[in-house]
């Protein structure tokens, strides 16, 4: 039979252990909410390489920093069609907003022949809302790993001086 004392600790160890891993588990959803926030972004931007900059920030959060810093510096790029990747000339309809999508002259693009050859704005639009979305969803999962891992921290302070609080008593320094 264990003693009451191994039974708390054994509780207490228990807990810590599901505690880490509930963290864990919350850090991991946050990198997989970044990827996805990153991927997004870059679907909005019309970046040929979106997948890779998102499993890339999924597994590694520096990925996404050094995506922001790319993103952030880079000039904006002449619009590629969406269909075949070409680079669109200056002189195309409605270049290089949206609003010339319905334009004539700029429903088909002039490398593949393809109809519209811009993000549709709708689909912009879908990207730019998931983005936010997961988005909001790293910043939460962020705050609440770091919260649980402080309580979890104080929590643990807390067990370890009541559990020394009867062996410190029993010394003659405690006198
Ligand atoms: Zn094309």
Avoid at 33 to 60: E, K, M, T
Avoid at 89 to 107: A, F, L, M, R
Avoid at 142 to 170: D, E, G, Q
Wanted: overall charge positive; some cysteine.
């Amino acid at each position: 039979m264990p003693s009451q004392a191994e039974t708390v600790i054994a509780v207490n160890v228990i807990g810590f252990v599901l505690a880490m891993l509930l963290i864990w588990a919350i850090v991991v959803a946050g990198a997989v909410f970044l990827g996805l926030c990153v991927y997004n972004d870059a679907r909005y931007r019309q970046n040929p390489n979106a997948g890779l900059w998102g499993v890339l920030s999924g597994f590694f959060s520096i990925a996404a920093l050094i995506y922001l810093i790319v993103t952030l510096t880079t000039k904006d790029q002449p619009r590629r069609c969406v269909r075949c990747g070409n680079f669109l000339p200056s002189s195309y309809p409605g270049y290089p907003g949206y609003p010339g999508y319905n334009v004539p002259g700029g429903e088909f693009c002039p490398f593949c022949g393809q109809p519209a050859p811009f993000l549709h704005p709708a689909e912009a639009e879908l990207y730019a809302r998931r983005r936010k979305r997961y988005l909001i969803l790293w910043i939460g999962s962020m705050i609440l790993a770091v919260v649980l891992a402080v309580v979890l921290a104080v929590a643990s302070a807390a067990m370890s001086i009541m559990a020394m609080t009867p062996f410190m008593a029993m010394t003659p320094f405690a006198y």
